[in-house]
């Protein structure tokens, strides 16, 4: 599979956190289609962020988890705990036909995954945001930023990066460990037959001089009695076995050090390519916020260092006055928020370029974002990650309204909704603009009348609502600002009857008994009714459908000054 093309084309989840029953969230708008970006909308507990955690836990391994929790108890929060949920699985598909799918279990108490091992494409580096990481990254004392750093990246710095004189002090670190640990093993023996004790047994005594100490007392030499050779109170032989314990002693310790230094070589080698991967961030990050933030106009470079002696990340600001300060101390929230997200973006195109699937989720991150720059942020998203698959959540319907504007014109992206959360069945998912009109085709296929009506009732709803709106008809207005299809269809067959498609509407207009009787009612003469009228009202429907509405844009014709087109432009109807 080719890293560069791999593109989701749907999510499955069942049982996994917040959702109980199988609910899939489509990045298409047919089932065999190629997959888009997807706006994610839902109040705060609607159960968004549960596909967002889904979906890295099944590709990459990855899910949120309490700091004071060990990993592999959390997972057993990973599961539903709704009666329904019998299992708690995730399956992705991806647009080639491949899936990939991941279980949480429990086997003989302990919870584990199945498999163990995440998706080998999506190891290198995270792949999903959240606004809680993004919000305190900056917040962090320095010292433990490398670790979420590090985390992050993971694999993402090809061990090919460390630099030549990193590994060879890591391989002159590893000679000295291994010639200390063969001196000190030779002294072990040399002691053991002093003490006329099997070689084995000292072995296990010689990770540490504390560990040897009370392994040698174990065998009756007391270290007290060692003042006492001085004095010529105890045999020789006793003596010399006092002495040369001394001596083993000595090379634990060098043992020690050795094994110390080496570690200390792998943890500099280790950093040796994230020192070289912040100067390119850091450039990438200066000429983003510049492009972004109105206060980089006293900017000269935003900076972030890694000290090569300190597991620690510094954020500092070079403004143009020559200045050097901190950004903690010099920005605002809004801003250090800003620089957290673009921070994290620059370490994503970055992973990218080490061949993980460029492909990212960004759980209301945006909301943290300061409302002035919004509409900025957005457009940077556009120009800087066009031809990258998003899985974008809100909370914000303004600001998704926004977003979905901004990106409108060169990014395709299907709309989805979270609504009505419950325990027992998790929460529903509206999907906007995805064909609704495939129930009622599939229905045909079989000859259950009240099915094909009551499909074929659902779309007519559907068009006249959407069309009361992009043809801006009058509707009289109702409390809540719900309303039927006796609401809406009048005004809407008077626009159509003045146009092209004026045929497909009075067509399915003189069907309407069949909808309100049968498809939407019961009446118990109804149920005679004979499937070619069913057939026919269907046909009409369907026909008036695919006059209206545009499968580029998945948009109804609507209203443009005085033309009547669909949002791209690729689909008209003339006025007559």
């Known amino acids: 599979m080719n890293g560069a093309k791999v593109r989701v084309r749907r999510l499955t989840v069942q049982g996994f956190r917040g959702i109980s029953q199988s609910t899939t969230l489509?990045?298409?708008?047919?089932?065999?289609?190629?997959?888009?970006?997807?706006?994610?909308?839902?109040?705060?507990?609607?159960?968004?962020?549960?596909?967002?955690?889904?979906?890295?836990?099944?590709?990459?391994?990855?899910?949120?988890?309490?700091?004071n929790m060990p990993k592999w108890p959390y997972l057993q929060r990973l599961f539903n705990v709704s009666e329904y949920a019998s299992i708690s699985h995730v399956e992705v598909e991806f647009t080639d036909g491949s899936i990939f799918a991941r279980s949480v279990l429990q086997d003989n108490g302990v919870w584990e995954m199945s498999p163990r091992a995440?998706?080998?494409?999506?190891?290198?580096?995270?792949?999903?945001?959240?606004?809680?990481?993004i919000i305190s990254f900056l917040r962090t004392p320095p010292e433990k930023r490398y670790g979420v750093f590090a985390a992050f990246m993971r694999s993402a710095v090809a061990e090919a990066d460390v630099p030549e004189e990193s590994r060879l002090a890591v391989e002159e670190a590893e000679k000295e460990k291994e010639a200390k640990r063969k001196s000190r093993d030779r002294a072990a023996r040399s002691l053991a037959g002093m003490m006329?004790?099997?070689?084995?047994?000292?072995?296990?005594?010689?990770?540490?001089?504390?560990?040897?100490?009370?392994?040698?007392?174990?065998?009756?030499?007391?270290?007290?009695?060692?003042?006492?050779?001085?004095?010529?109170?105890?045999?020789?032989?006793r003596a010399a076995t006092y002495r040369h314990a001394e001596l083993v002693r000595k090379e634990i310790k060098a043992y020690g050090a050795a094994a110390d230094q080496l570690s200390r070589a792998k943890?500099?080698?280790?950093?040796?390519?994230?020192?070289?991967l912040l100067a390119e961030v850091g450039g990438s990050l200066t000429e983003s916020f510049k492009r972004i933030s109105p206060s980089a106009r006293t900017v000269d470079s935003v900076e972030l260092m890694l000290p090569s002696d300190k597991a620690e990340i510094d954020l500092d600001v070079s403004l143009l006055n020559g200045v050097r300060v901190r950004a903690d101390s010099y920005f605002s929230e809004a801003n250090l928020d800003l620089l957290a997200l673009l921070l994290f973006l620059s370490l994503m195109k970055f992973s990218a370029k080490s061949g993980q699937p460029k492909i990212m989720v960004l759980d209301d991150v945006l909301q943290s974002v300061d409302s002035s720059i919004?509409?900025?942020?957005?457009?940077?998203?556009?120009?800087?990650?066009?031809d990258w698959q998003l899985l974008v959540t809100f909370h914000d319907r303004l600001w998704r309204e926004q977003f979905g504007a901004v990106f409108s014109t060169k990014h395709q992206f299907v709309e989805r909704e979270v609504v009505a959360w419950s325990l027992d069945t998790g929460p529903r998912l509206i999907e906007a603009k995805r064909d609704p009109s495939g129930a009622l085709r599939d229905s045909l296929d079989g000859n259950d009348t009240r099915l094909i009506c009551g499909n074929a009732g659902f779309l007519l709803e559907v068009i006249s609502d959407w069309m009361s709106k992009s043809l801006q008809t009058s509707v009289t207005r109702r409390y809540g600002d719900k309303y039927t299809l006796g609401d809406t269809w009048p005004s809407v067959l008077k626009k159509l009857r003045k146009t092209s498609v004026s045929p497909q509407a009075i067509q399915v207009d003189s069907y309407m008994w069949l909808r309100n009787i049968h498809g939407a009612h019961y009446n118990e003469w109804a149920t005679d009714l004979s499937i070619t009228d069913a057939r026919e009202f269907a046909a009409a429907v369907i026909s008036l459908w695919d006059a209206v509405w545009c499968q580029s844009c998945r948009e109804p014709i609507g209203k443009h000054g005085e033309l009547l087109h669909c949002r791209c432009g690729a689909f008209s109807v003339e006025i007559q």
């Open 267 to 276: 943890t500099l080698a280790s950093k040796a390519p994230l020192i070289t």
């Open 374 to 386: 919004r509409v900025k942020v957005a457009q940077y998203l556009l120009a800087e990650f066009s």
């Open 118 to 133: 995440p998706h080998p494409l999506f190891q290198g580096a995270g792949f999903a945001l959240r606004r809680e990481e």
């Open 196 to 237: 006329k004790v099997p070689r084995g047994r000292i072995q296990a005594a010689l990770q540490s001089v504390t560990a040897f100490n009370g392994w040698f007392a174990s065998n009756g030499y007391v270290k007290k009695q060692e003042e006492r050779i001085t004095r010529g109170r105890i045999s020789p032989e």
């Open 26 to 67: 489509h990045f298409s708008h047919s089932d065999k289609g190629g997959a888009a970006s997807c706006l994610l909308m839902g109040e705060n507990g609607s159960g968004k962020s549960s596909f967002v955690d889904a979906l890295e836990f099944c590709l990459s391994g990855k899910f949120p988890t309490s700091p």
